[in-house]
C-alpha cells in the first residue's frame, strides 16, 4: 500500500524540504510518529566535555529498543523486519528514491534522536553492507543537504542488521559537524580533490575524508576499506560512517562533502553487562560518536561522566596502534600510484 501512495524521485531531485514534508504528514496521520517526536522535545540533556567536544547527553527512554537490539541470527529469522515495506505500520508513508547503487524507501524514524530524523531502506531485504552504496550516502547527503546522513555498520549498532539501511538527522545538533574544525586531522593521504585524515583529538580510529567530488570521495573511501581488518566470519570491517554535504564560497569547488568513519573492534563497551555501579545500559554508534550520547535510563543519565564515555570509546574503537598500521599499509598500498596532490 505504501508502494503505490510513494512519490518517486532521482537523488538529484530529493530535497531536505521533500524529507520534511513527509515527516510533517506522518505526524498528522501516524499516532506513533507524533507521540514520539513529542516526547522528544522533552527529553533531558547535559553536556560533558569528550576529547575536542562539548557532547549532549541524552536521556531518551524510546531508545531502549534500538540499544538492547538482539541482533542474532536466531532472533533475525523468526521476527518480523521492521524495515521490510509489507510491515511498515498504518499511516507510515515513504518517499522512493533512486540512486547509483539501489534504490531506497525514505521513511520517518520512529525512534527520534532528532527533532528530523529519517531511515533510508533498500528496496529489498539484504544484509547491511557499505560495497557499492557508500555512493549512495555522498549522493543522499547532497540531496538531504540541510540533514546528515549516517551508516551503523552491522555489528556495530544497525538493530537491523539483515536489511540495508541509512539514516539522516538534521543539521546543527551533533557537535561532530557544528564544531568540526576543533577536530585535529593529520592528512595522511590525498588526491586533486580528496584528503584523508586521522584524528589526533578524539575517539582512537576516527578517520575524516573531505572532498570536493562525489566520485572521488567514493574511490579513496574504497582504497580505505580494503586496507582495513575485517574479522573472521565478518563480511566488511566494523565501522560507523557519518557523511554531510556543505557549500562552499569556492566558485571552482563548491560542492564540499566531509565523512566520519569511525573504525571499531567491539560491539559493546564492557559496562554493558557490568553488574552493578558500573553498569551503564548504551550501545554506542554513529550518533554517539557525532556528540550527542543516548542513554535510555535515567540511573545511567544521571551518573554517566565524561571519563565513561571515553573509556566506552576506547573500548569499542580500534587502538592507536592499530590505527597507525592502518595509515601506514594506506600509504604503502596506494600512495605511489597516486602522486597527484
Ligand atoms: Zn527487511
Known amino acids: 500500500m505504501a508502494e503505490e501512495k510513494s512519490e518517486k524521485y532521482t537523488w538529484r531531485q530529493l530535497t531536505s524540504d521533500i524529507a520534511d514534508a513527509l515527516l510533517k504528514k506522518d505526524l498528522e496521520t501516524w499516532s506513533v510518529a507524533s507521540e514520539r517526536f513529542g516526547a522528544l522535545a522533552g527529553v533531558s540533556i547535559k553536556r560533558l566535555r569528550v ?3 562539548d557532547f549532549k547527553v541524552q536521556y531518551n527512554p524510546a531508545r531502549v529498543v534500538s540499544t538492547t537490539a538482539k541482533i542474532d541470527a536466531e532472533t533475525l529469522r523468526n521476527r518480523k523486519c521492521f524495515l521490510c515495506r509489507e510491515y511498515r505500520q498504518v499511516g507510515q508513508d515513504a518517499v522512493r528514491v ?22 533510508i531502506v533498500d528496496d529489498v531485504h539484504v544484509r547491511q553492507h ?9 549522493s543522499l547527503a547532497k540531496s538531504l543537504c540541510n540533514h546528515i546522513v549516517f551508516y551503523n555498520g552491522p555489528k556495530c549498532g ?18 561532530l559537524q557544528t564544531d568540526f574544525d576543533k577536530l585535529d586531522r593529520k592528512v595522511f593521504y590525498k588526491t586533486a580533490r580528496t584528503r584523508l585524515s586521522y584524528v589526533v583529538n578524539f575517539a582512537n580510529g576516527c578517520f575524516i575524508l573531505e572532498s570536493h567530488c562525489r566520485r572521488d570521495i567514493t ?5 580505505f576499506m580494503s586496507v582495513l581488518p575485517v574479522k573472521k566470519g565478518d563480511w566488511e570491517p566494523m565501522m560507523d560512517i557519518l557523511v554531510w554535504f556543505e557549500r562552499t564560497d569556492n566558485k571552482r569547488d563548491p560542492n564540499l562533502w566531509r565523512a566520519a568513519v569511525f573504525v571499531r573492534r567491539q560491539l559493546r563497551p564492557s559496562c554493558y553487562t557490568a553488574k552493578g555501579e558500573k553498569h551503564l545500559l548504551v550501545s554506542p554508534a554513529s550518533v554517539d560518536f557525532g556528540g550527542i550520547f543516548v542513554t535510555p535510563r535515567k ?14 570509546f576506547s573500548e569499542i574503537c580500534i587502538t592507536h596502534r592499530q590505527s597507525e598500521d592502518i595509515i601506514k599499509t594506506m600509504k604503502n598500498t596506494h600512495t605511489t600510484k597516486n602522486k597527484n596532490t
Do not use: W
Not at 574511490?219 to 582504497?223: E, K, P
Not at 543519565?301 to 566506552?312: L, V
Open 98 to 119: 533512486i540512486c547509483d547503487g539501489g534504490e531506497y524507501d525514505l521513511i520517518v524514524n520512529p525512534f527520534p534522536i532528532f527533532n528530523r530524523h529519517f531511515t
Open 51 to 53: 576529547g575536542c567536544f
Open 299 to 312: 540511573e545511567d543519565f544521571d551518573k554517566i561522566t565524561s571519563g565513561d564515555i571515553e573509556k566506552i
Open 219 to 223: 574511490r579513496v573511501f574504497n582504497l
Open 158 to 175: 544497525a538493530s537491523a542488521p539483515d536489511h540495508l539501511h541509512f539514516q539522516a538527522g538534521n543539521k546543527g545538533e551533533l557537535p
Open 130 to 138: 557499505i560495497e557499492g552504496r557508500f555512493i549512495d550516502m555522498v
